[in-house]
T-cell receptor, first 118, second 108 residues
């Protein structure tokens, strides 16, 4: 079946512009997570949703970052007034939370969106 | 605070065994994951420990000691395709807190 998909795969923007990054989770997955990954580092948690409810946004760096998942499926991460320090790989992950499987915690990662702010 | 430590780089020879250590100090703990990440690709799940002890899956095993805040990933019969970064991650409620990853290079 289809995995997690993200679009665009690459985004180059100018400082000050707004960007919207999209994540399409695995069908039926309840939980959706956003991470940011710098080169040579592990993913850094940003925020996550169960269904359409945002459960934790403690990792969002500042109020220029926001995320939504209005229908409990596709999610959008929006960065307003981008800055050069926002340049990174943004990864989305989803998980099923089906506790019948011992791997119910497993998060499946998407290919990421490489954001470059000039 | 949250602190997860792993060695930055390791090297090993094809066919050998390598152990990648991870120590953690986190405000909450609901399990520990190991992920593999090849260069330019997404992380993929390797193992999950929530109770103390050893979990074995083919060539890969993972160990957890919650009292010591310690885990290791053991890779046996190394193959060239095992060259990748290995990420230790602590589950805190539902979010994952990752270490910086250990880049493993396997030489023939």
């Amino acid at each position: 079946g289809a995995g997690v998909s993200q679009s665009p795969r690459y985004k180059v923007t100018k400082r000050g512009q707004d960007v919207a990054l999209r994540c399409d989770p695995i069908s039926g997955h309840v939980s959706l997570y956003w991470y940011r990954q710098a080169l040579g580092q592990g993913p850094e948690f940003l925020t996550y949703f169960n269904y359409e409810a945002q459960q934790d946004k403690s990792g969002l760096p500042n109020d220029r970052f926001s995320a939504e998942r209005p229908e409990g499926s596709i999610s959008t991460l929006t960065i307003q007034r981008t800055e050069q320090r926002d340049s990174a790989m943004y990864r989305c992950a989803s998980s099923s939370r089906d506790q019948r499987s011992w791997r119910y915690n497993e998060q499946f990662f998407g290919p990421g969106t490489r954001l470059t702010v000039l | 605070g949250q602190n997860i430590d792993q060695p930055t780089e390791m090297t090993a020879t094809e066919g050998a065994i390598v152990q990648i250590n991870c120590t953690y100090q986190t405000s909450g703990f609901n399990g520990l994951f190991w992920y593999q990440q090849h260069a330019g690709e997404a992380p993929t799940f390797l193992s999950y420990n929530v109770l103390d002890g050893l979990e074995e899956k083919g060539r890969f095993s993972s160990f957890l000691s919650r009292s010591k805040g310690y885990s290791y990933l053991l890779l046996k019969e190394l193959q060239m395709k095992d060259s990748a970064s290995y990420l230790c991650a602590v589950r805190n409620t539902d979010k994952l807190i990752f270490g910086t990853g250990t880049r493993l290079q396997v030489f023939p």
